[in-house]
């Protein structure tokens, strides 16, 4: 099921980003320990009491050159058309005004749940400042401190109450739901039409035709799958057009409903930016890879050319060392046989699961050959590993002190693992707790 989609509006100034930073905590500041994975501050996943939600500061969309209020207005439009819920938030310092009404008027067309925080009210003594904000037609205003972190559980309790309690479209668990994401005019459709055989999806040359994702289902050699088609990522400034809305946060929503993640480059016009920027929504997301590269008949070539573009790739593409590279067509449907493998491959890998007893025995031979280093004279001491779970599969690292597990010595762990069990084309995760 897709996450709750939570979206911060209000007019310039009152603290929206700092409200989302809050809201999302650490999550936003963790810094990925394998170089090549880029963030995308306008969009995170938060967790309150059990709650898993997608978060929205529309404070950072750039909406150009835009007349103020048309910026107020777009980013607010936004919100409704991909919220489920929205933080109405406003500055308790400065009272109601002007710019917060229109925003209100907005919003009362929105037919969604809107809860009001009005922010910068950092102590008990300026509470008597939230009542005028009674008058925007919200009802209860909910006071919070931005810069204390004062009242945000209040507000995300009320927020909470209005998340999506139905489903999304279930399958039976033997189906293998997969997504292709990526920027515009990749291929993404045409790769879909190519593998359904037919042209089910709007092919154009015109950079981002997909506007929403779209189920498709196939069965291959008498296994069924789900392709979910996404509208094309587009960078900040661009994905804002009245006709695109979040294009990005709709494959958010694809990626968390698949097995398998087909990130697609353009092998015409070579790797950017913004392509590792949407390979990092699916690492992060734990879901297994597949780095697709479309276009291959459009390459002039030779005997090193697909050697040299894989090479590029693994130097961009760092974390995501673990991901095969398929290269082919979908125009000529040339390579196109070498996907739906693939695609299993990656989807058996990332439901795996390893004995118990087996994997300690490939852990104590790795510890063995590369000993567990020591910090301040205190040396590392792992007693046992176990799986724990799968999809992507994940395992604890029971140790003496988890912090003397450092980045380097869990990647040594992981690739004895990768050595041992392949997972090709899905990540691991190794965490470490203390033995009691």
């Known amino acids: 099921m897709s996450k709750p989609v939570v979206a911060i509006v209000g007019r310039p100034n009152v603290g929206k980003s700092t ?41 950072g969309i750039d909406i150009g050159d835009e007349p103020f209020l048309e910026q107020i207005r777009a980013q607010a439009e936004i919100a409704i058309n991909e919220a489920d819920v929205i933080i109405f938030l ?42 005028d904000f009674y008058s925007l037609g919200f009802g209860e205003p909910f006071p919070i401190s931005g810069s204390h972190g004062l009242g945000l559980g209040d507000l995300l309790d009320e927020a909470a109450k209005y998340f ?7 399958y039976e668990d033997d189906v293998i739901k997969f997504s292709l994401i990526g920027r515009p005019n990749v291929g993404k459709s045409s790769l879909v039409n190519a593998i359904l055989g037919e042209d089910r999806v709007i092919v154009s040359n015109i950079a981002g035709t997909t506007r929403d994702a779209i189920d498709s289902t196939v069965t291959y050699n008498g296994e069924k799958y789900v392709i979910i088609d996404t509208a094309g990522m587009r960078k900040k400034g661009k994905v ?65 050319t697909m050697k040299e573009f894989e090479t590029n790739i693994r130097e961009h593409f760092l974390f995501l060392d673990y991901a095969p ?50 910090d301040k ?51 691991i995760r190794l965490l470490a707790r203390e033995r009691k």
């Open 240 to 304: 804002y057009e009245s006709t695109e809305k979040y294009s990005v946060l709709r494959a958010l929503k694809a990626i968390e409903r698949s097995d398998v993640v087909l990130v697609v480059l353009d092998g015409e016009e070579g790797i950017i930016e913004q392509d590792k920027k949407i390979a990092g929504y699916a690492h992060e997301a734990g879901r297994a890879v597949i780095i697709v590269v479309n276009k291959w008949d459009a390459v002039e070539k030779d005997e090193k």
């Open 19 to 59: 409200i989302f930073n809050r809201i999302v905590g650490d999550r936003i500041s963790i810094v990925e320990d394998i170089p090549g994975v880029t963030r995308d501050r306008i969009y995170s996943s938060a967790e309150w009491l059990n709650h898993d939600f997608n978060i929205i500061d529309t404070g």
């Open 164 to 170: 999506p309690k139905g489903k999304d479209k279930d």
């Open 377 to 427: 004279g205190k040396r590392l001491k792992i007693y046992y590993v176990t799986q724990v779970s799968v999809k992507p599969p994940t395992f604890i690292v029971f140790v003496n002190d988890p912090e003397l597990l450092h980045f380097s010595y869990k990647r040594f762990l992981e690739n004895r693992i990768r050595d041992a069990f392949g997972f090709e084309g899905t990540p």
């Open 90 to 131: 406003t500055n308790g310092r400065e009272g109601v005004t002007a710019a917060d009404e229109e925003v209100a008027k907005i919003l009362y067309k929105a037919k969604k749940p809107v809860v009001l925080g009005v922010n910068k009210i950092d102590n008990p003594d300026m509470r008597s400042q939230i009542y």
């Open 325 to 374: 590279i398929v290269f082919l067509s979908a125009k000529t449907r040339k390579r196109i046989h070498t996907l739906i493998p693939m695609i299993n491959l990656a989807s058996e890998n990332h439901n795996k699961r390893v004995e118990t007893s087996v994997l300690n025995d490939i852990i104590m031979d790795a510890v063995a050959m590369n000993p567990t280093p020591t």
